[in-house]
């Protein structure tokens, strides 16, 4: 076993008990003492060695809603600017290339293809500072590769693993025949709720609205799972374990999804389930937000499809998709949040998508949008620390920085709670850790 190991810094812990310190300690893949550098010192045998750092510590941030393995074929199919990547040419070349899938049309991955974008991604999404992704809508044999990874040593990335059971494939049955439910598996691999889709893509005019997409056509946008299918589906994860998370666009989606909920709550709590509207961005009302605040219901929203998708949004509604993610609205309703990317697809720079909820600014514009909708640094990076590892039930162990917790943190150059929106485009990521193991040191944006 390693030996204990002090490391010395401007600490932001997001612990509401002591949210800031001057030091901590690592031993293994815990952290032994948090606080100020004599209590620090006291908690450790005589002669630890000590490091001090020009940086700013915070908890490893935690992607809420990352597709890792079809970002890492992705990477594999596309090619690499000079034939290297790094993490600024990997994320302008996947926005460059946002419309195309992960591998080719005709062909399918294969296991050793699916190590391969493992093995390279993974140092990608830690040099901007990722210790963790919740993988929405994973296949059988991305589960697969996650356990072969696993197995073999070469997942660094905690992930947890929301399985997508096909509609068309008898999923209760199958889901009821695996024997196990939300929380199997360690502090490095863990299955995560089931993911359905309820509506379509926003930018399409697929996300279901109560009010039409255009006056008297009487399209409302689309809903891909009838009430009756939901209600089934919903209930089984209710009676048997499974958080459930909902991919749910519009106002209407969001509203009915939430009125099926409220239903199963009745018959069987679900608070404890945690279960999650996914994106929630077009339209939801505000008596949805405190029903969701009222069921415990968690919004895992994506900053990035707004910068992405804003202007097109506005070009379809006018002035009704303005207020688009209205993340302010979600907190003051009480709804705890998880914030994420839904990268590769769009963009899933931390710092820039913390920026752009500060801002609201997005692509294609020079003003911000709604500006009333932005929240502060301390809550854009607790929506990547608490927020996100509340809604992957690993509060007790990630999301924050205290005695006894997993020593996954990262050193930047700037405080993201205290400096100004755009320092955070130039923030460097130092140095990120997992578990107390250095997975990516130096690289700057």
Not at 127 to 137: F, N, S
Not at 191 to 216: C, H, M, N, R, S
Not at 230 to 238: E, H, I, M, V
């Amino acid at each position: 076993m390693p030996s204990p190991r002090v490391v010395i810094a401007p600490i932001v812990t997001m612990d509401p008990v002591s949210p800031r310190a001057e030091a901590l300690a690592v031993d293994g893949d815990r952290i032994l003492a948090v606080g100020d550098v004599t209590s620090v010192r006291a908690a450790c045998p005589p002669g630890t060695t000590e490091e001090r750092l020009d940086a700013v510590i915070v908890p490893g941030l935690i992607d809420a809603h990352l597709h890792m393995q079809r970002g890492g074929l992705k990477a594999l199919s596309v090619p690499a600017p000079g034939g290297y990547w790094d993490a600024a040419s990997f994320c302008a070349e996947m926005l460059r290339t946002f419309h195309l899938d992960e591998w080719p049309a005709g062909s399918v991955p294969q296991p050793a293809d699916r190590a391969a974008g493992l093995a390279l991604i993974q140092p990608l999404l830690h040099a901007l500072g990722i210790t963790g992704v919740v993988d929405p809508a994973v296949t059988p044999a991305e589960m697969r590769a996650y356990q072969r990874a696993h197995a073999d040593g070469a997942l660094t990335m905690r992930v947890t693993a929301m399985p997508h059971p096909d509609p068309e494939d008898s999923p209760l049955t199958r889901l009821a025949g695996v024997g196990v439910a939300t929380g199997f598996g360690d502090d490095l691999l863990r299955i995560g709720g089931i993911k359905v889709y309820f509506d379509g893509e926003g930018v399409k005019k697929q996300a279901l609205l109560t009010t039409e997409w255009t006056p008297g056509s009487g399209d409302l946008g689309v809903q891909r799972i009838s009430d009756d299918e939901f209600r089934s589906l919903a209930g089984f994860c209710a009676r048997n374990g499974w958080s459930l998370g909902v991919h749910a666009v519009g106002g209407g989606a969001v509203a009915a999804v939430l009125r099926i909920f409220s239903e199963i709550d009745r018959v069987t709590p679900i608070r404890d389930l945690r279960w999650q509207l996914i994106h929630a961005y077009l339209e939801p009302s505000a008596e949805s937000m405190a029903l969701a605040a009222r069921l415990g219901v968690i919004a895992s929203l994506q900053p990035s499809i707004h910068w992405h998708n804003a202007e097109g949004l506005i070009g379809h509604l006018g002035e009704r998709a303005v207020p688009a993610d209205p993340i302010r609205s979600w907190l003051d309703a009480g709804v705890r949040v998880a914030l994420g990317s839904d990268g590769p697809f769009f963009p899933f720079d931390p710092r820039r998508l913390m920026w752009q909820t500060r801002t609201r600014m997005v692509r294609g514009r020079a003003a911000p949008v709604a500006p009333e909708q932005a929240i502060s640094g301390t809550e854009a990076l607790a929506g990547y620390t608490t927020g996100a590892a509340f809604s992957a039930f690993a509060e007790d162990r990630l999301g924050m920085l205290r005695a006894g917790m997993l020593a996954d943190w990262v050193a930047l150059s700037t405080d993201p709670t205290t400096c100004t929106p755009e320092e955070l485009l130039t923030t460097t990521v130092l140095r990120t850790v997992v578990g107390g193991r250095t997975v990516f040191t130096g690289e700057t944006p």
